[in-house]
């Protein structure tokens, strides 16, 4: 890589993480729910992760995002209706069930998954699709990226970097070095 495009690299890397550190101090500045701050990051994450290229052919202009489960966002996602991610509009879907999942690039794990948690993160190990969660043990069971609660009860998020590689995913270092350790 030249010089000229390793500084352009940076500067696009710098500006996505102020974003997200904008984004957030602008959410931590008003009073809202865990599942506002929870959509937000959902949005925000992929711009720090790599998809094989086949993984958007065969739909190029739309990011597919599902929800497993008992769905606790209700119409948070309308109010981020602008927002796109890696330049594709964003569309969320509903599934009870895994094998239900069409195309899609991010699924959201519920926590009224829990029980069946292992059977699910078996079945997606190689879909080439970013696990989210919230439950317990998720990251553990081969989930990617996992929300839970700092020391001081604020919500963070753990990555299973492993579990990121063997779906076939490059993780930023830059979302990396911002997960919980």
Request: glycine share 6%; with cysteine.
């Amino acid at each position: 890589m030249t010089f000229k495009r390793y500084k352009y690299f940076i500067v696009i890397i710098s500006l996505c993480l102020l974003s997200i550190f904008n984004m957030l101090s602008n959410i931590y500045s008003k009073d809202i729910s865990e599942y506002e701050l929870k959509a937000a990051l959902l949005l925000k994450f992929p711009a720090f992760i790599e998809w094989p290229s086949e993984k958007f052919s065969s739909d190029s202009n739309n990011f597919i995002i599902y929800i497993l489960g008992d769905d606790p966002f209700g119409n948070i996602f309308q109010s981020f209706s602008n927002e796109k991610i890696k330049n594709k509009n964003f569309i969320i879907k509903n599934a009870d069930d895994v094998k239900q999942i069409g195309v899609c690039h991010l699924l959201f794990i519920c926590d009224s998954k829990k029980e069946e948690l292992k059977e699910i993160l078996d079945y997606l190990k190689t879909k080439q699709i970013l696990s989210v969660g919230e439950s317990e043990n998720f990251n553990e069971l081969g989930g990617i990226i996992n929300f839970c609660y700092g020391s001081k009860g604020n919500i963070v998020f753990e990555i299973n970097q492993e579990a990121g590689m063997r779906a076939g995913l490059k993780i930023s270092s830059k979302l990396l070095g911002i997960a919980k350790q």
